[in-house]
């Protein structure tokens, strides 16, 4: 079964074997702390007066603990501004909890959709442009048509305005994997960012990107006595409970994968190397 249609399965392989796995995040960590207040908001206080009260969107924001440093970043620069976060998944109870009664977000009107972006989308398609900066922090894998959304994402940027959108790059080792797969017919990573580009340059969009190089340890996956192993292998696969169901031949090939692609690490640790991409799109003249 496709991981994504288990939330449960998708949320704690998401948490459990992926995040403490993944080195993506310190460095996504840093990038926010140290240069998305230059290379966003400072950009931002260009084209938005820092007495109006600009509107941001978060996609896809899950728990919301990379939306949160990006809050924090944009409280310093427009004293009010409203935070609306369309997160179809539980995770936004989470991001609810994390953010309420904090003091340093006491400016910030939060608006919480428990959607997908399409409901979101068809639900706004007939409002003028109002945000100034919307973000998709790898969330932009399960649009069911990116072209579209990219349509009605840019459409509700105010001119002046940012889209932030951050994804793995075809040269990710996951990436590598899904598509080395023969029994995997799709996948949701492949050439979303050369999608991306296209729709920029077809539509004379503005962008900037940065690249973030990473390792993501796969060692767990090798072990099959290993819960976390086991769904690693599910989030990397995008299938829930593989181990438990895949027919052996499935199993045996994507183990057989996982090893080519891997890299050999210190004390017979294995390791894919990451690569991903946070692409600015720019509304507007320069
Ligand atoms: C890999 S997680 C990323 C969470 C967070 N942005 C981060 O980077 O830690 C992907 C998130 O996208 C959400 N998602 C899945 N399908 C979506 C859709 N159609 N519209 C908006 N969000 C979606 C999931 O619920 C999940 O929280």
Redesign the pocket.
């Known amino acids: 079964m496709d991981l994504t249609e288990d939330e449960e399965r998708y949320v704690d392989t ?1 948490t459990n074997a992926f995040r403490i796995n993944s080195g993506d995040f310190d460095v996504i960590f840093h990038w926010l702390r140290n240069d998305f207040e230059q290379e966003v908001v400072v950009k931002l206080t260009s084209s938005f007066g820092c007495d109006e009260k600009i509107s941001v969107l978060g ?4 728990d919301g ?2 939306d949160e440093i990006m809050i924090g970043k944009l409280c310093q620069h427009f004293p009010r501004f409203s935070y609306t976060v ?4 539980k ?1 936004i109870e989470q991001f609810k909890r994390r953010v309420d009664g904090k003091d340093e977000f006491k400016t910030v009107d939060f608006c919480w959709s428990n959607i ?3 409901e979101f989308c068809r639900s706004e398609s007939e409002s003028d442009p109002k945000f100034s900066f919307i973000s998709l ?3 932009a894998y ?2 069911d048509n990116l072209g579209q959304s990219l349509r009605c994402l840019m459409g509700s940027l105010k001119d002046g305005g940012v889209l932030l959108i951050m994804l793995n790059r075809d040269d990710h080792d996951t990436t590598i994997f899904l598509n080395s797969l023969s029994w995997k017919a799709t996948n949701t990573h492949s050439g979303r960012i050369d999608e991306i580009k296209a729709f920029a340059a077809s539509e004379n969009i503005r962008l900037t990107t940065f690249t973030f190089l990473s390792k993501l340890n796969v060692t767990p996956c090798f072990d099959e006595t290993s819960e976390e192993g086991d769904k690693l292998l599910d989030f990397l696969t995008e299938t829930a409970y593989l181990r438990r169901t895949a027919p052996a031949r499935v199993l045996t090939e994507t183990l057989d994968v996982l090893r080519t692609v891997s890299k050999e690490g210190d004390e017979g640790t294995r390791y894919f190397k990451g690569a991903c991409d946070a692409i600015l799109l720019f509304k507007g003249p320069e």
Not at 86 to 89: A, H, L, R, T
């Open positions: 998401f996609v896809g924001a899950g603990s990379m369309v997160e179809p998944g995770a997908t972006y399409e922090l790898h969330s399960y649009l």
